[in-house]
């Protein structure tokens, strides 16, 4: 009992200095009349986390201000590649992100709101009663961040899987080197998903691809826990490509018994095979959107509370507040490394559980 009630007055305690704090912030923000300065830097706030979730045409990895009050971006200018009348190609730099046009060709382009417009000269936006641009938006077919580290990802299980097929054809099987960091992920992707789901006869031919979704939405979960700032798998254009990869393997594969346990179930009267069979083929549509939604909302979700956690150390600005903020955000931070292998666990056993369900056999007598 004794231990309890120090428990509970400790735990009083913190939140009576942590609410002391935090009143005593708010006094002294009262008492230097800056309503100006705090609505700033929560602004501030919200523009860097949208500038870490959103995509960008350039590699930037930071800004700072340098003694001229001139913002400085370190990075890199990306292609930027359009269809306008004609193919038009050109580094993003020309847009000195987002404060210059592009001129190309006699055509003037602006980057507003992280997307490209054409424009006049003195780069026009005009809106309609909604306050939505109406101008013009060529076809868009830009090396963006996102694009390049699709590629290192892809290079990355490359090299990885090489490494490790190489290893065992020199060691006769036995695993070394990246072989063995790799293998009992492998064994396990194998034993504890695809052969319970699809079964031992038909596991083999979707091995592949588990293990490609696996590592794949796994690394690039991990890269978007960097300050660099890239989170492919918080783009819902990138999300709906892997549902729709699922999407396609189940319909392409899936067996006859598959079809008609969706458009004619046996077993059922007439009349309700007919209401059924919509809504089975409706599910069918409604699985990988499930696929594409969880995986993107939960990515996007974990950023941007861990993002507004770590941006509330500066507007607590005190030891205390900022300190407990900061312990926070690093446990956040370790639970993040979690959800981006939990994410990718998910995506690979729910793909595998659609792929068993279009190949399953089944027994029409039982």
């Known amino acids: 009992m004794r231990r309890k009630f120090s428990i509970k007055k400790i735990t009083f305690l913190l939140f009576l ?3 002391v704090s ?5 006094e002294k923000t009262d008492a230097a009349n800056a309503p100006k300065e705090e609505k700033d830097l929560k602004v501030t706030i919200k523009e860097y986390i949208n500038h870490h979730l959103l995509d960008s045409y350039d590699f ?3 800004s700072y201000t340098n003694d001229h009050n001139e913002k400085v971006h370190i990075g890199s200018p990306l292609p930027v590649i359009l269809w306008d009348n004609g193919l038009k190609v050109f580094l993003s730099s020309k847009f000195h992100y987002g404060e210059t046009l592009a001129e190309v060709d006699g055509n003037y382009y602006k980057l507003y709101h992280n997307k490209i417009y054409k424009t006049d000269a003195q780069g026009t936006i005009n809106y309609d009663a909604e306050h939505h641009p109406t101008n013009a938006k060529p076809l868009d077919f830009s090396i963006t961040k996102n694009v390049v580290m699709i590629f290192v990802v892809f290079l990355i299980m490359f090299i990885m899987f090489k490494r490790m097929a190489s ?3 020199k ?30 006869k038909n596991y083999k031919r979707y091995m592949s691809y588990l293990l490609t979704i696996f590592f794949f939405v796994w690394i690039v979960n991990l890269f978007g826990l960097t ?5 492919i798998t918080n783009n819902i254009a990138v999300t709906f490509c892997l549902a729709l990869f699922t999407y396609v ?10 079809w008609k346990h969706i458009f004619w179930m046996p077993g059922v009267p007439v009349p309700m095979k007919i209401i059924l069979a919509p809504i089975e083929f409706l599910g069918t549509i409604i699985k990988p959107f499930s696929l594409m939604i969880r995986l993107y909302a939960n990515i996007t979700a974990g950023h941007i509370v861990l993002m507004s956690i770590i941006g509330m150390m500066f507007v607590f600005n005190n030891w ?12 956040l931070g370790i639970l993040e490394l979690l959800v981006a292998a939990l994410q990718a666990y998910i995506f690979t056993m729910l793909s595998a559980l659609y792929f068993g369900s279009a190949v399953e056999e089944h027994d029409e007598h039982h």
């Not at 990246?178 to 699809?198: H, Q, S, T």
């Open 17 to 19: 200095v942590s609410f």
């Open 22 to 26: 935090v009143a005593q912030h708010n």
């Open 60 to 62: 930037g990895l930071f």
């Open 167 to 169: 290893a065992y054809q």
């Open 171 to 200: 060691n006769n099987g036995m695993p070394k080197g990246m072989g063995r960091l790799l293998e009992p992920i492998v064994l396990y992707i194998r034993d504890d998903i695809a052969k319970p789901n699809i079964g031992e």
């Open 227 to 231: 300050p660099i700032g890239v989170n």
């Open 249 to 258: 393997i189940t319909t392409v594969t899936a067996k006859k018994d598959y």
């Open 320 to 331: 205390l507040g900022s300190s407990l903020s900061f312990f926070l955000a690093f446990v």
